[in-house]
């Protein structure tokens, strides 16, 4: 898994390329309202295609970044909450004190601090205020106390960015490419939003949490508090990256 996933792209692309009705609605399986007409038809852009345009995405913001962070990026926790209520056989609904911070798409660790066991998904849906669900059934029992739930994310914005990536790559190969020879006005502002993004990263307007940085040849990385990049034979002093969409 990338720095996002099918969920999070699926969210973010345009509405051209989602079905009407899911697949399997023949089978008599009930769907919500909201998902008819936005559900991505899996027999068109299989996951398999969804998940190398994010590895694509992940590409280009390594490279970018690569100068001021080790990369890969790491995850970090970012919100812990006390399991409310057993699971087990009988109850496959994960139930906390508040789900506000919660959205279709987040990972989460369910952790047993007794014993250390620990299972991790995605959140596949929030189902109220106390309850969310998420993909797979869950394997392994959590019951009795000392049972925490927690939230793990790359730091902000890197997420949307690979899926915002993700996104526009997919619709220029699968829509506009049916359409005219250039690329998606979808696309290309997808793109200026993420460059937009990186930009602010490599000039020090957006600081990613629990990351290591790379110092220079003399010097620890957090040293300055504006982020020290020699000259090496181009304009030091230019910070964002190479236009273009």
Not at 98 to 122: C, F, H, M, Q, R
Not at 143 to 170: C, H, L, M, T, W
Not at 192 to 217: A, Y
Request: net charge negative; hydrophobic share 35%; aromatic share 10%.
């Amino acid at each position: 898994m990338g720095y996002s996933n099918s969920i999070q792209v699926d969210m973010i692309l345009g509405q051209a390329l989602t079905a009407a009705r899911a697949e399997n609605a023949e089978f008599g399986v009930q769907l919500k309202l909201w998902e008819v007409g936005h559900v991505r038809d899996t027999n068109i852009i299989p996951n398999d295609i969804v998940n190398y345009y994010i590895s694509l995405g992940d590409n280009q913001i390594d490279g970018i970044l690569s100068q001021q962070y080790y990369t890969p990026l790491r995850k970090c926790v970012q919100g812990q909450w006390d399991l409310d209520a057993d699971i087990n056989e009988y109850n496959q609904t994960i139930e906390i004190s508040d789900t506000s911070a919660l959205n279709p798409g987040d990972d989460v660790i369910i952790k047993n601090l007794n014993n250390g066991d620990e299972y991790e998904d995605v959140v596949l849906e929030v189902v109220d205020q106390h309850s969310f669900s998420v993909i797979g059934p869950i394997t392994i029992f959590f019951e009795g106390d000392n049972i925490v739930v927690k939230r793990i994310q790359y730091p902000a914005p890197i997420n949307q960015i690979s899926a915002r990536y993700a996104a526009a790559f997919i619709y220029d190969k699968y829509f506009s490419a049916q359409n005219s020879p250039n690329v998606s006005d979808y696309g290309n502002k997808m793109r200026e939003i993420c460059i937009g993004q990186l930009n602010d990263i490599l000039n020090g307007r957006v600081i990613l949490k629990n990351q290591m940085r790379v110092g220079d040849h003399w010097g620890g990385p957090w040293n300055e508090d504006t982020y020290a990049l020699r000259d090496r034979g181009f304009s030091s002093s230019e910070r964002n990256m190479s236009g273009g969409k």
